[in-house]
């Protein structure tokens, strides 16, 4: 993943688990770095999550701490405590308002934070000589099994502007807005009002339709940092040159981020793609397909690699949006198995039983009733699910 | 199970699958029996209910038929012909109208139940020695471990009326206004409209307030029958003598029929009741029990005896209704683990991890909003409910 301007990753051992790893990341942001983010709908969210609300008002970043190990959330004050306690200690050494800092953890939630492990970590990080973005990955991640990073480029107003996405996230993976551990680093120059179109517009159809096992993270964030170090002229609308270019970039380097965290799902052997179309809305397509990606049964057929199609019925009449069962019509891979409302005549199962002996699997559904699209990924559901969930604290 | 005066099962071999066992049921009911019932909300749900929901208008029965090992959901017209083929066949035996005849079926979706072998099932169940209850509870069952049956009973005008209830469901267990299979005979006599207010309340508060695996059944279907034998003047409101007592022992019935199926959970070892109190309304503590209820994450933490409450409060927080993190406390068993948004002073995990070694889990949660309050059940989520799943089908 190439180096971005104005952006300088470091990571040291905060100690937050008994693990002998790095866990802390500290990246560096040149002064006039603007930012966007999107944040978890959890009710439950954490003190780091308020903090990047409130900090993404300014639309300014000057650092990104990220903890690993420890969530931090449903800690009460003492939570907030050592936030803020993070905050502060960055600021002095940047010379910077605690308003230009971001924070995340992720890890066991009900544990405060210990604020005297962050300050020690800081305190290492801070002379630490920088690294690559593969090892601010490997240091962000938690349960995940590899580093998840995508890169893009694009050109605008005449330069080549780079973006540099790394992201964190395995188990507890239903976004709503938002998903895990996501940070965009880009040198192009961007106004924070757009940044943030862009990236609330890219969310929609990248991690706000990926779904590991229906449970939605109570940190989740996803972050956008622009240098400006391309020095390009500020893209402020999609009338600037370059726009488009960029917003393409953004959408697709989302994307690949979003696809990463399904693949590394815990326990998953198979990605899945849901493509739903004939809904009365896209927003519907949206909601029928993630009906389906959480559907305990068809995650656990693909696991066995049986063409039971019934069960994809079942989730899109269980989705609560409008659905004619006898419009219905369902494929895998390249068959199609059901079409209005019964089983195809001569339906041969052996093809989609081939199509389910693959890694990449796709489900088709048509609903018949309007023009309403979307697609969403997820996996399968395996024993590695539960044997990693069943003693994941321990 | 004790006899129900009018109600009187049989079983025989339709053959529906190479297993080599009883698998369809047939109850004839007297001239006279009222029937009220519940049904499925899924969008596509089977031909079997979408009869029971036109017969249940009469008010009126004098069968039930029950075929296991195929739901004969999406199956268009011809699952369609396979019901009425069935109801006319049983109208002619008993010399009946085809609405006095209800009848259900489960098992795998998107194969037309084959006619000739229900027609030649029905002519062995109609010369076939009357059978038992537990014998009938154990024909309707598919991947049920164990047979499925409860018993009330209740004075009614001086007379002492008997309630036999059988059901069946283990998995595709998440009900919104009824469950999986699930019959209640008596030998009260109640009118149709009453017996219909009746069950709509008792299935509220049981069937509507479990879940096995978040999946919703295409063939949910409850259905109570009154035989009247009982002689008691017909109960018809909430005035006459005896009315409490009936609805008593029908939400006692419901109830106990309710939790057999979370026990019976596909490859549950554990059953979790989850109280919520402190919610802006009891349909909304419901929903937050419920968000509980299917989370995977909270599943396999019961499941590995894991403590890990923090869990707990992430599915309050996506569950999307009304809370407040500060105002939050959680409980299992006895022990608070966690209040006013944090986790309490002194927190001893010892108690905790002792009753998670049980089998009954019970779980605590005051929302600290307002007077509302639910109680759902369900149970934990493990290797062996992959396993069931992945080969199901096969």
Redesign the interface.
Same mark, same amino acid.
């Given at each position: 993943m190439p180096d971005i301007a104005g952006a300088t990753p470091r990571i040291a051992r905060a100690g937050y688990k008994d693990w002998g790893r790095c866990d802390l990341t500290f990246v560096e942001l040149s002064a006039g770095t603007t930012v966007a983010g999107v944040t978890t709908? #959890? +009710?439950?969210?954490s003190s780091e999550v308020e903090l990047c609300r409130e900090n993404l008002k300014g639309g300014k970043a000057r650092a990104l701490v990220v903890n690993a190990g420890n *969530?931090n959330?449903?800690?009460?004050?003492?939570?907030r405590e050592a936030v803020e306690a993070i905050t502060a200690k960055v600021a002095v050494h940047l010379g910077c308002p605690k308003s230009e800092i971001f924070v995340s953890s992720t890890g066991? $939630?009900?544990?405060?934070l210990p604020k005297d492990k962050a300050e020690t970590g800081l305190d290492s990080a801070f002379t630490a000589h920088p690294c690559n973005w593969e090892e601010a990955t490997n240091t962000i991640g938690t349960t995940d099994t590899f580093a998840k990073g995508a890169t893009a480029s694009a050109i605008v107003d005449g330069r080549k502007v780079h973006l540099t996405g790394i992201i964190k996230g395995s188990?507890?993976i239903?976004p709503?807005m938002a998903t895990m551990l996501g940070y965009i680093f880009t040198d192009a120059a961007v106004d924070a009002a757009f940044l943030q179109q862009l990236l609330s517009a890219s969310n929609q159809t990248s991690f706000s339709c990926i779904t590991v096992? *229906?449970? %939605? *993270? %109570?940190s989740d964030t996803v972050l956008a940092f622009a240098t400006g170090k391309a020095d390009n002229a500020p893209l402020s609308s999609f009338k600037d040159t370059g726009a488009d270019a960029f917003a393409s970039a953004l959408n697709d380097i989302c994307r690949q981020l979003a696809h990463l965290v399904v693949r590394d799902g815990e326990g998953a052997q198979k990605f899945i793609q849901i493509s739903v179309i004939g809904a009365v809305s896209d927003d519907s397509a949206r909601r029928v397909g993630l009906a389906i990606a959480?559907?305990?049964?068809v995650k656990? =057929?693909i =696991? !066995?690699e049986?063409a039971?199609? !019934?069960?994809v019925?079942?989730?899109?009449?269980?989705a609560g949006e409008p =659905?004619?069962?006898?419009k +219905?019509s369902i494929s895998f891979g390249t068959t199609i198995v059901?079409r209005? !409302? +019964?089983?195809v005549d001569g339906y041969d199962e052996t093809p989609v039983t081939a199509h389910l002996q693959g890694q990449d699997i796709e489900i088709g559904v048509d609903l018949g009733l309007g023009d309403g699209r979307a697609t969403v990924w997820t996996c399968d +559901? %395996?024993?590695a699910? $539960?044997?990693i #969930? =069943?003693?994941?604290? *321990?």
């Open positions: 709908r #959890n +009710l439950c969210c *969530s959330a449903f800690t009460g004050y003492r939570g066991v $939630i009900g544990v405060p188990g507890m239903a709503d096992d *229906s449970d %939605t *993270s %109570t959480n559907s305990p049964l656990t =057929a =696991a !066995g049986d039971n199609w !019934g069960r019925v079942m989730a899109v009449g269980k =659905a004619d069962r006898d +219905l059901a209005d !409302g +019964l089983p +559901l %395996t024993h699910y $539960i044997s #969930n =069943a003693d994941y604290r *321990s």
